[in-house]
């Protein structure tokens, strides 16, 4: 079985700092790991995504993550965080083996960005 | 862009009633996901299809949920009878997955949601 613990449901950070999400998962085979972000009123959307090519993973928006599966950990960090960055992350695993491909998603985290 | 389409974006019923939720995939896609997004759940997977068929529907309440997929272009999901509890936003996902398939392995395209109110 497949789980994600996002840790912290609600994260401030002030414009222009560091942004970090993070996020643990529980898998018995090697996962692929994902991140979507929701804006109000809207669907998710990918940001990116791991799947066990380079475990530091480049995003859209300046989002970055990085595989550690000695941790069991792939946290979400952006150098600098910007007004818009303000939504909701969830972190997801998938575990795509024997023709199973569905997606288990964190609780979510919600980040304000403060100017 | 390809967009996943879901109707209708509101809906308040009142308990009792009939609700269907409708979804139309990205064209070419071969699974149909179905989510539902509580403040005290999160999100949670209701069913899930490829090519049209049903392959898991565990988390489902089986006596008044039901989830179809009538033809390609089309996937519904449906409530009868309603109930309070049910309100929620209902997402609808699509993808192209299986075997092959690795440069764009698991990655969803979310609807906009349709957003359930139950009186």
């Known amino acids: 079985a497949q789980s994600v613990t996002q840790l912290g449901s609600h994260v401030s950070v002030s414009e222009g700092a560091l942004v970090l999400l993070r996020c643990n998962y529980s898998s018995s085979v090697p996962p692929y790991l994902f991140w979507y972000v929701q804006y109000p009123n809207q669907g998710l959307q990918l940001l990116l995504k791991y799947t066990s090519a380079a475990t530091l993973v480049k995003g859209i928006n300046g989002f970055e993550a990085e595989f550690k599966k000695s941790e069991t950990s792939f946290h979400l960090t952006k150098p600098s965080a910007h007004m818009s960055d303000a939504a909701e992350y969830f972190c997801?695993?998938?575990?795509?083996?024997?023709?199973?491909?569905?997606?288990?998603f964190g609780k979510g985290t919600k980040l304000s960005v403060i100017p | 862009d390809a967009r996943v389409t879901q109707t209708p974006r509101h809906k308040v019923t009142e308990m009792g009633q009939e609700v269907t939720m409708r979804c139309q995939p990205i064209l070419g896609h071969n699974t149909v996901f179905w989510y539902r997004q509580t403040m005290m759940q999160g999100l949670e997977l209701l069913a899930y299809f490829r090519n049209r068929a049903p392959l898991d529907d565990s988390g489902m309440p089986k006596d008044r949920f039901s989830a179809e997929m009538p033809d390609a272009t089309l996937a519904t999901l449906k409530i009868q009878p309603s109930e309070p509890r049910d309100s929620a936003v209902y997402f609808c996902?699509?993808?192209?997955?299986?075997?092959?398939?690795?440069?764009?392995?698991?990655?969803?395209?979310f609807g906009a949601g349709s957003r359930l109110t139950v009186l």
């Open positions: 997801a695993v998938s575990e795509a083996s024997a023709g199973s491909y569905q997606l288990t």
């Open positions: 996902a699509s993808g192209l997955q299986g075997r092959g398939y690795v440069s764009g392995a698991n990655v969803l395209t």
